[in-house]
């Protein structure tokens, strides 16, 4: 429990703070500025009351279908749920453990926890992602399954993943949530495991107007267990088969997500001609290091993190000349307050930790300019000179 009471709705504030500087990693009011053609897509919607699980969700999961070339899509509420819901389906549940990365948001834990399992965690290496190395010193009589998180939009080193898996009977859910339109080997993320999760959160890449998620598998078994726990576990409005969940993508989600949907090569594309522009300007700078990257692996840049010294301090002179450099993220999994019961401690996951005290976040969505990025390497070599 947390010293004092928690804040009711702490984001207003939040979204004020963050909409200051000038280059910002917040670029929702360009990416919707066609919401009048929304608009008219949900007027449709309204005249047709087709609010609940609708035909335009139908034709969401079909697209995203098709390029995640994956057999099956379900829609759901959130990429939390999403998670939730994967590892239900594979049944998950109280007495069982879930290895996963401390260097990950709070949801993938979270959806671990709510099945009632206990969340496990395991180092990571330099590529932010879980160490296939340390997850074999995680697995226990216990472990049912294998969370992988594709951090920023980096898939992890799934060949290995699978590989633990099957030669210890273990379910491997992906949280894919960054990772929309990339790929790993020419394969999809999302179609690399057992269930494949991603969130619409409006900062994604692939986003809508609040939450959102969706699941791929491949497995016929799995979809048909999901869409029942997703809604109720309903067959038709009058027959329940199991006791489910109300996680349904709402049709508006799917309205909007969809309009979206079309324009996703182009988001991915300018989020990468960024990053190999950022990669090239600041791997000279001394006090920061630029991830190495695989060829084998198709980053998408859902978040553009590189390592610094003196991270607090550049932190506070980017934003000072307004730029909004995020942390993503200062405190690990292990060492939260919701944590405390698993038993972990400071350097039990020396590499996890010491990421979390040195990276920091960059702007490089796909509305960035080439002036703007320009300012952002100037003003971090002004900083490492003393400026």
């Avoid at 670029?27 to 087709?50: C, G, H, M, P, T």
């Avoid at 898939?155 to 790929?183: P, Q």
Wanted: charged share 25%; net charge negative.
């Amino acid at each position: 429990m947390t010293a004092k009471r928690p804040p009711h709705n702490f984001l207003p504030a939040e979204y004020d703070r963050t909409a200051q500087p000038r280059i910002n990693h917040n670029y929702l009011s360009q990416q919707f500025a066609d919401y009048r053609d929304i608009f008219e897509k949900l007027a449709e919607l309204v005249e047709a009351n087709d609010f609940t699980l609708g035909r335009t969700v139908d034709r969401f999961e079909r697209a995203i279908a098709a390029l995640l070339r994956a057999k099956h899509v379900i829609g759901v509420g959130s990429g939390t749920d999403a998670l939730f819901l994967s590892l239900k389906a594979l049944g998950v549940g109280p007495g069982d453990e879930v290895i996963t990365t401390p260097y990950t948001f709070h949801s993938t834990v979270g959806a671990i926890g709510t099945t009632g399992a206990r969340p496990v965690f395991a180092d990571i290496g330099d590529d932010y992602n879980l160490d296939p190395a340390a997850i074999e010193a995680a697995i226990t009589p216990r472990t049912r399954a294998i969370l992988p998180v594709h951090w920023s939009g980096r898939c992890c080193d799934m060949d290995a993943i699978g590989e633990i898996a099957r030669r210890h009977d273990l379910r491997v859910v992906e949280d894919a949530c960054h990772a929309i339109n990339g790929s790993y080997k020419g394969r999809r993320p999302g179609t690399l495991g057992d269930a494949g999760c991603f969130s619409m959160h409006p900062l994604k890449n692939l986003n809508c107007w609040g939450d959102g998620g969706f699941i791929a598998t491949n497995s016929d078994e799995l979809h048909d267990h999901l869409v029942l726990l997703r809604n109720h576990g309903l067959v038709s409005r009058d027959e329940c088969v199991l006791w489910g969940f109300n996680s349904r993508l709402d049709t508006v989600q799917a309205v909007v997500a969809l309009h979206l949907l079309e324009r996703i090569d182009h988001i991915t594309e300018r989020r990468q001609a960024h990053a190999r522009y950022l990669d090239a300007a600041l791997a000279d700078i001394e006090g920061i290091t630029v991830p190495a990257r695989d060829p084998e692996i198709e980053e998408v840049f859902h978040i553009y993190v590189v390592r610094c010294e003196r991270r607090d301090a550049l932190q506070r002179y980017l934003i000072e000349h307004d730029i909004d450099a995020k942390i993503h993220y200062p405190i690990p999994m292990h060492l939260q307050v919701a944590a405390k019961g698993l038993g972990y401690k400071e350097g039990d996951f020396p590499r996890a930790e010491a990421t979390c005290r040195s990276v920091l976040s960059l702007p490089v969505h796909e509305f960035m300019t080439q002036a703007q990025l320009d300012t952002i390497v100037a003003e971090i070599r002004a900083f490492y000179r003393g400026a």
